[in-house]
């Protein structure tokens, strides 16, 4: 099918748009606001969808991150149909420009939820609109429990401050969410004494998830789990701690499903429709941080395309795909990453040969090194939350790039090993962040390494890579069909 140019779909569009808000005041643009007509109360706010009848075609408005894949699943209809409907889409559009108008046949499903919606997905996400938000003296300002918290956690000791700053980088979920979680369920930020209880989220788990901060670990591995399962339109319906079905509205966002499917794992009843509505972490946001809406085309635009990236390691060698897409970081979603190996006689953990370095798949600056861990950010600004970056781990801390760095395309930034999260064998692990957001290894941007596309298998780690009818399958092992040579 003869692909719609970009700047063609952009103009269509905005004549689209002008001629379904003519009626609208000059200058007047479009915000996405999370509670416009919303029903107030702590239980049930929302009306009942109606029963449409098969193929029904309803209304419904892009926001930030939209995909066809993503909206298939949620309305229970068909890639084909969506785009049948809606003529001026390219077939092969990545994210959908936020405020787009749209017709989507719907199936109607039984038992849809809440229509409220918690926050927008740019307050969800460790992105731009965290940029200006300095946590430590955030919580400085408040006498509760958290300010004199300290813990050993990443191999040091840490305020409690940092261990969320800590939290909310490796797993990308705001720091304001994390505050506002900690503040809803433990009076962090105003209650003077720590609740008596290890598991200060109410996640019961004695041997992986006591204290603090390993509880922070659950909630914003969770999170994630639901945000990025609705983004991909995977998680369409989840059990709730009180055994009840949970099947998101399909108008909902990203951000309110990881926050409904957050709260599903503990809380029941009332006890959850209190939690997801707007007397529950809705209201102590507010009271917390004010108002959350934010320009949505500032976070995930419309037709967003992934640079040139070059494969991670040197020019004309082979190097093994040992994981194909999985956790960015984590367990489960995001499908974020994908994994790599250099050529070695033996198996397991050891140290790399020095002609066996990870590479940059672009120039950009180091903006943050942990353990096993490397930050490339691709705009040069400084800041991982802002562009494109790129995640590395399992980068031996010896020889490895610097902070500060300005790394040029195919240039070494360290070398692979066990180092950092949990590894089997050497490798590197890489994935991608768009202002903050983890970015679907397999999706319409798909992860694309000089042509060579990634794809999902029928489990984590299992699936393939392609280029131009080449099929590379994952494998621990270094076999023929595993194996990959970058370019001259």
């Known amino acids: 099918m003869k692909k719609t140019p970009l700047s063609l779909f952009i103009t269509l569009y905005a004549m689209l748009f002008f001629l379904l808000t003519s009626c609208a005041p000059v200058n007047t643009p479009y915000q996405f606001s999370p509670t416009a007509d919303i029903p107030i109360a702590t239980s049930t706010p929302y009306a009942s969808r109606p029963e449409y009848t098969p193929g029904e075609l309803v209304a419904y408005t892009a926001q930030t991150g939209d995909t066809i894949p993503g909206l298939a699943g949620r309305f229970n209809t068909s890639e084909a149909e969506i785009l049948a409907a809606n003529s001026i889409i390219p077939h092969d559009v990545s994210t959908l420009p936020p405020g787009m108008p749209m017709e989507i046949p719907i199936y109607y499903l039984p038992l849809w ?84 209880t290890p598991f200060t989220l109410g996640y019961e788990d004695p041997m992986l998830h006591s204290g603090m901060y390993l509880q922070l670990i659950w909630a914003a591995n ?21 055994g009840y079905l949970e099947r998101p509205d399909p108008w909902q966002n990203a951000a309110t499903v ?146 500060g760095a ?31 957001e983890w970015i679907l290894a397999d999706s319409p941007l798909p992860f694309n390494l000089e042509g060579w596309i990634a794809h999902n298998g029928t489990e984590a780690y299992e699936g393939t890579l392609s280029k131009n009818g080449v099929i590379i399958q994952a494998s621990i092992v270094s076999e023929n069909f595993s194996r990959i040579t970058t370019g001259k």
């Open 113 to 196: 939820g809440s229509q409220f919606q918690i926050l927008p997905d740019s307050a969800f996400v460790n992105g731009p609109a965290a940029s200006d938000f300095h946590t430590e003296t955030f919580v400085d300002a408040y006498p509760g429990w958290l300010r004199d918290y300290e813990d050993y956690v990443g191999g040091k000791k840490r305020s409690g401050a940092e261990i969320v700053d800590y939290v909310a980088y490796n797993f990308s979920v705001s720091p304001r969410l994390l505050l506002a979680l900690l503040e809803y369920q433990a009076g962090a930020l105003t209650k003077l004494k720590e609740p008596n």
């Open 222 to 242: 969770i999170l994630n789990n639901g945000y990025y399962g609705w983004r991909g339109g995977n998680l369409l319906e989840f059990e709730r701690a009180d």
């Open 258 to 403: 990881g926050i409904q499917y957050y709260f599903s794992r503990t809380q029941a009843g009332i006890r959850y429709e209190k939690a997801i509505g707007a007397e529950g972490l809705f209201e102590t946001y507010i009271q917390l941080f004010g108002s959350a809406e934010e320009n949505p085309s500032s976070f995930m635009p419309g037709s967003l395309e992934q640079p040139e990236f070059l494969l991670p390691f040197p020019r004309e060698k082979t190097w093994t795909y040992t994981g194909a897409p999985h956790t960015g970081w984590g367990t489960s979603a995001p499908f974020a990453a994908i994994d790599f190996a250099p050529p070695s006689e033996r198996s397991g953990c050891f140290i790399a040969k020095p002609e066996d370095y990870a590479t940059a798949v672009a120039t950009g600056m180091v903006t943050r090194v942990d353990q096993g861990v490397v930050i490339l950010d691709l705009d040069l600004d400084g800041d991982e939350r802002t562009g494109w970056s790129i995640f590395y781990l399992h980068i031996a801390a010896s020889k490895r790039a610097q902070l």
């Open 406 to 436: 300005i790394i040029n395309a195919g240039e070494s930034i360290g070398y692979p090993s066990c180092e950092g999260g949990t590894s089997t064998g050497t490798h590197i692990h890489i994935a991608r962040k768009y202002n903050g």
